[in-house]
């Protein structure tokens, strides 16, 4: 088995660190491979820390503390881990006891036997609030799939299993934790993406860090996740379609005012004449943005020698390995 590494990001949860770490060490008793847990304490105010420090010392040096300097968010303390993750894949899940550590197995196997790049958790019975949790959930993860593409039931279930050379290589920020899937995509194919039912149990200990707030943010969240899966090296065709369409709405104004001015009609108190001008000049502005867009995106592909394409590491050495075909005289 490949080596595998737990990332748990953690805020203000001190009375489920040694629980968890129980749970986490019961679940992984028989794994074949060696393995490591991280817990990211992102700022928390409680004793936390101390109950993570703690850990290490009961249960060994293979329990990883990273202490944030303040609260980040949870993407961000998830990148963290992400970033200091050793093994060859990677488990992210939460700290509440809520996502069950003994999913895990079942889901690194289907990984590596079925050659996935990331296997998501799907809560199919969500042990939650209806209201509060569960509609708005619900209403999410269809909108997130018709706008992404990926076809996942559970979006915001912690409890995923990735191939770690992938999910390096996507940056998350803000609070886009909940849209890895989609990031994924941008870096393989939905075709190498699976879930996987996972049991779900109701928060015993602590206090959720979650309300119906977060709908709304996942909704301005998946604007930007639209624009960057679609057009991150091709801003200008976003852009370009978006000031085209002004720009055709301002010109059949004004050809149609200016067709009545010519027939003797009068259209300086018109405020049609205002809208068509007001079309044309944004309509300017926004192909101006996406030149801009397009110059911004390549400096960024440049700059940081990214490319636009993402090859699988088995392909890529086989192309590195490639001969030459020689033509005897």
């Excluded at 590596?112 to 509060?132: C, P």
């Excluded at 860090?209 to 943010?217: D, L, P, V």
């Amino acid at each position: 088995m490949p080596s595998l590494s737990l990332v748990i990001p953690m805020y203000n949860e001190q009375e489920n660190v040694m629980p968890l770490l129980e749970r986490v060490h019961e679940a992984l008793a028989d794994y074949a491979g060696p393995w490591e847990v991280l817990l990211i304490d992102d700022g928390s105010v409680d004793h936390t820390v101390a109950q993570i420090r703690q850990g290490v010392e009961r249960f060994g040096s293979h329990v990883r503390p990273i202490v944030l300097r303040r609260n980040f968010g949870q993407t961000a303390a998830m990148q963290a881990g992400i970033d200091l993750a050793r093994g060859e894949v990677i488990a992210t899940l939460d700290g509440d006891l809520q996502n069950d550590p003994m999913d895990i197995p079942r889901m690194v196997a289907r990984l590596v036997e079925e050659d996935l790049d990331l296997v998501a958790g799907w809560r199919k019975n969500r042990r939650d609030n209806l209201w509060l949790r569960k509609i708005p959930s619900r209403i999410a993860n269809k909108l997130i799939r018709r706008i992404t593409g990926v076809e996942l039931h559970d979006y915001g279930c912690s409890l995923k299993i990735f191939r770690a050379k992938v999910i390096k290589g996507v940056r998350l920020y803000g609070e886009m934790h909940r849209f890895i899937p989609a990031w994924m995509a941008t870096h393989t194919s939905p075709s190498r993406i699976a879930e996987e039912v996972v049991a779900h149990h109701p928060r015993t200990r602590g206090k959720s860090k979650y309300g119906i707030s977060r709908t709304f943010r996942v909704i301005i969240d998946l604007m930007s996740v639209y624009f960057f899966m679609r057009y991150a090296a091709r801003p200008a065709h976003f852009f370009g379609m978006l000031g085209m369409a002004f720009g055709a709405i301002g010109g059949a104004i004004l050809l149609y005012l200016f067709g009545i001015k010519l027939f003797g009609g009068s259209i300086g108190d018109r405020p049609l004449l205002l809208i068509g001008i007001m079309s044309v000049l944004i309509s300017v502005q926004i192909l101006t943005t996406g030149v801009l867009s397009e110059m911004l995106s390549r400096t960024y592909y440049e700059v940081q020698e990214r490319k636009s394409y993402v090859l699988r590491d088995e392909d890529e050495a086989a192309g590195l390995q490639a001969g030459w075909k020689e033509t005897r005289e």
